[in-house]
T-cell receptor, first 114, second 112 residues
Framework: DGGITQSPKYLFRKEGQNVTLSCEQN?????MYWYRQDPGQGLRLIYY???????QKGDIAEGYSVSREKKESFPLTVTSAQKNPTAFYLC?????????????FGPGTRLTVL | KNEVEQSPQNLTAQEGEFITINCSYS?????LHWLQQHPGGGIVSLFM???GKKKHGRLIATINIQEKHSSLHITASHPRDSAVYIC??????????????FGKGTKLSVIP
């Protein structure tokens, strides 16, 4: 089955530690995205990548880093510089079809920093 | 930057009721997406539309481009429809990536 996988589903870390969230897709999509979701707020874009070895900052990139070494993988590192890292993180990918972009989402990772 | 507003924020309905969720946006778009998020957190795409109306089962989505407004309707609502429904809009430009702007969501609870 094609889709996006994120692991783990729940992640706990101590304050001050870096943590990497995994995102893998087998949809052969070029573009991938990381969003953050907080209670009562819409999803906000952290980083996106249009192609391998290229990525761009989104609206809230401070305290995060990404890499895109393979088309299938777009891991997100939450660094100790991120002041409020506890949130729900969603990975997505998109493909252009018939002039429109259909975006697909992973199941998400809920990160709790203690 | 597009502003996306959804209403209502919360909605409680009796099973069988007809439900409407509204979405308005401020700037022209290429397409509007309706998404469903269940309590576990994963998001499923329900509709992507740029004009007119689409129907899938008991779900109907409409869009009025001139008024910058879309509605999501659920007919004969069921407790399994309980979820957060999110409206998102895609920009006019962008051949490569496609950066959506999201509303805050409407939390729907359908009571048996």
């Amino acid at each position: 089955d094609g889709g996006i996988t994120q692991s783990p589903k729940y992640l706990f870390r101590k304050e001050g530690q870096n943590v990497t969230l995994s995102c893998e897709q087998n949809l052969n999509h070029d573009a991938m995205y990381w969003y953050r979701q907080d209670p009562g707020q819409g999803l906000r874009l952290i980083y996106y990548s249009q192609i391998v070895n290229d990525f761009q900052k989104g609206d809230i990139a401070e305290g995060y880093s990404v890499s895109r070494e393979k088309k299938e993988s777009f891991p997100l590192t939450v660094t100790s510089a991120q002041k409020n890292p506890t949130a729900f993180y969603l990975c997505a990918s998109s493909i252009r079809s018939s002039g429109f972009h259909e975006q697909f989402f992973g199941p998400g990772t809920r990160l709790t920093v203690l | 930057k597009n502003e996306v507003e959804q209403s209502p924020q919360n909605l409680t309905a009796q099973e069988g009721e007809f439900i409407t969720i509204n979405c308005s946006y401020s700037v022209g778009i290429s397409a509007l997406h309706w998404l469903q998020q269940h309590p576990g957190g994963g998001i499923v795409s329900l509709f992507m539309l740029s004009s007119g109306k689409k129907k899938h089962g008991r779900l109907i989505a409409t869009i009025n481009i001139q008024e910058k407004h879309s509605s999501l309707h659920i007919t004969a609502s069921h407790p399994r429809d309980s979820a957060v429904y999110i409206c998102a809009v895609g920009p006019l430009s962008g051949a490569g990536s496609y950066q959506l702007t999201f509303g805050k969501g409407t939390k729907l609870s359908v009571i048996p």
